[in-house]
Nanobody, 121 residues
Framework: QVELVESGGGLVQAGGSLRLSCAASGGKGGIDGSINAMGWYRQAPGKERELAATITSGGRIDYANSVKGRFTISRDNAKNTVYLQMSSLKLEDTAVYYC???????????WGKGTLVTVSS
């Protein structure tokens, strides 16, 4: 049973930075592992959940167009932990950020409880 625990959310002013972390337990990394892919989705108030960024054990990275150039995803395979460094934050980045993991970047099947990021003006 894979468990994902997020941390790092909070309140930040527009233009600021914030770093999210997500530690996975009970899963196996590597290209054939249950947590080969890890990443972040987000859900803003009144909107559907959407991709922010994902990364695989092998280093494949995908970003949503809306965060490219501002967010950086990284991963410590030894610790089964994924990070999301968010910079130049905008009001529209306000959302609950969910950590996710799965065998591939297009088949995420485990979700964390989410951490709230609020960007203020």
């Amino acid at each position: 049973q894979v468990e994902l625990v997020e941390s790092g959310g909070g309140l930040v002013q527009a233009g600021g930075s914030l770093r999210l972390s997500c530690a996975a337990s009970g899963g196996k990394g590597g290209i054939d592992g249950s947590i080969n892919a890890m990443g972040w989705y987000r859900q803003a108030p009144g909107k559907e959940r959407e991709l922010a960024a994902t990364i695989t054990s092998g280093g494949r990275i995908d970003y949503a167009n809306s965060v490219k150039g501002r967010f950086t995803i990284s991963r410590d395979n030894a610790k089964n932990t994924v990070y999301l460094q968010m910079s130049s934050l905008k009001l529209e980045d306000t959302a609950v950020y969910y950590c996710t993991a799965g065998p591939t970047w297009y088949s995420m099947d485990v979700w964390g409880k989410g951490t709230l990021v609020t960007v203020s003006s």
